[in-house]
Structure formats: structure tokens, C-alpha cells
Nanobody, 121 residues
Framework: QVQLVESGGGLVQAGGSLRLSCAAS????????MGWYRQAPGKQRELVAT???????NYLDSVKGRFTISRDNVENTVYLQMNTLKPEDTAVYYC???????????????WGQGTQVTVSS
């Protein structure tokens, strides 16, 4: 199937920056969308940013202008540059890939294990 390995989370002070990475590997035929979601304690998982194969991006309103998503199509890696971080950005961040694989019919979603981002005030 698809394996997603995330890195880059951690503890940062408000106003600081972090860069998340997610590398996809496995029996991938084509990746349609790569993105990031987050889930804070007691809240539902929410979309943070997505980037499709055509280069179109979609951002959560509260991160627009602060976060930037990018991808390396050769390495099947997606990045999330997070600047001017705020305490309300504290959450577990999950990588998501929507892909067609050689071993499973159709377009399917795959998730990373999550990486903790904590922003102190």
C-alpha cells in the first residue's frame, strides 16, 4: 500500500516557525492530492492545507498568509511551512495522500501517524 513518514513537529514559541515533511512510499501509481490536517484535543480533525497535482492549493482560513504547502513530485514528499505560529495552532498534524496504487482499486486516502506541534505563549 502506501506508507507515510512525517517529521518536523515539535515545541516552538508563539511567533516561531516549523516545517513539516511527509514522504510517501509504496505501491503508488499516481498521487492526486497531498495535504495536511490537524486535530486539537477535544476537537474534530480539520483540513489545514491541500495541494493537488495541478498545483491548486486550499487553506484553512486561519492559516492563510502564515502557512505554505508545497510538494516534491519526484520524491513524493509534501511540506508544510508554518510561520508566525500561534498557540491555537497547537495540535497533532496528520499528512494525507489521495492516490491510486497498484494494489488497490480506485482513488484512496492514506494517513500518516501524526506529529505533535505545540506552540507556547
Amino acid at each position: 500500500q502506501v506508507q507515510l513518514v512525517e517529521s518536523g513537529g515539535g515545541l516552538v514559541q508563539a511567533g516561531g516557525s516549523l516545517r513539516l515533511s511527509c514522504a510517501a512510499s509504496g505501491s503508488i501509481f499516481v498521487i492526486n492530492v497531498m495535504g495536511w490536517y490537524r486535530q486539537a484535543p477535544g476537537k474534530q480533525r480539520e483540513l489545514v492545507a491541500t495541494l493537488n497535482s495541478g498545483g491548486d492549493t486550499n487553506y484553512l482560513d486561519s492559516v492563510k498568509g502564515r502557512f505554505t504547502i508545497s510538494r516534491d513530485n519526484v520524491e513524493n514528499t509534501v511540506y508544510l511551512q508554518m510561520n508566525t505560529l500561534k498557540p491555537e495552532d497547537t495540535a497533532v498534524y496528520y499528512c494525507n495522500v489521495r492516490a491510486i496504487t497498484y494494489t488497490r482499486v480506485g482513488l484512496n486516502d492514506y494517513w500518516g501517524q501524526g506529529t505533535q506541534v505545540t506552540v507556547s505563549s
